[in-house]
């Protein structure tokens, strides 16, 4: 299994960026791919989640109408834009793999949850 993210880079608050996660190794008919970020100092937090089999998304509070997370799955990748950015969005973003989604069980931005983590890339957001 492996997962590997791209398109980090320093931006100004405002701006927009849009990051990439490329999945491959496994077969699975219903799983999902977690964005999450660590910023200097914290814990890792979850900020988007899809699921492959019926595209359900979720979003914490701090993201949500800001950040949108979309999967091609055709191509092994799913995308997490990124807009109106704020300082406090910097952090190292990764992607990750939850390898299966109970309805009612499964908590979509919970680390526990995944079990392959890419390697990550970093956001900078500068006021």
């Known amino acids: 299994v492996q997962l590997v993210e791209s398109g980090g880079g320093l931006v100004q608050a405002g701006e927009s960026l849009t990051l990439s996660c490329g999945f491959s190794?496994?077969?699975?008919?219903?799983?999902?791919i977690g964005w999450f970020r660590q910023g200097p100092g914290k814990a890792r937090e979850g900020v988007a989640c899809?699921?492959?089999?019926?595209?359900?998304?979720e979003y914490p509070d701090s993201v949500k109408g800001r950040f949108t997370i979309s999967m091609d799955n055709a191509q092994k990748t799913v995308y997490l834009a990124m807009k109106w950015l704020k300082p406090e969005d910097t952090g190292t973003y990764y992607c990750?793999?939850?390898?299966?989604?109970?309805?009612?069980?499964?908590?979509?931005?919970?680390?526990?949850?995944?079990?392959?983590w890419g390697q990550g890339t970093q956001v900078t957001v500068s006021s």
């Open positions: 190794g496994f077969i699975f008919d219903d799983f999902a």
């Open positions: 990750a793999r939850a390898p299966t989604v109970i309805p009612g069980i499964f908590h979509p931005l919970m680390v526990a949850e995944y079990d392959y």
């Open positions: 899809i699921k492959s089999s019926d595209g359900t998304v």
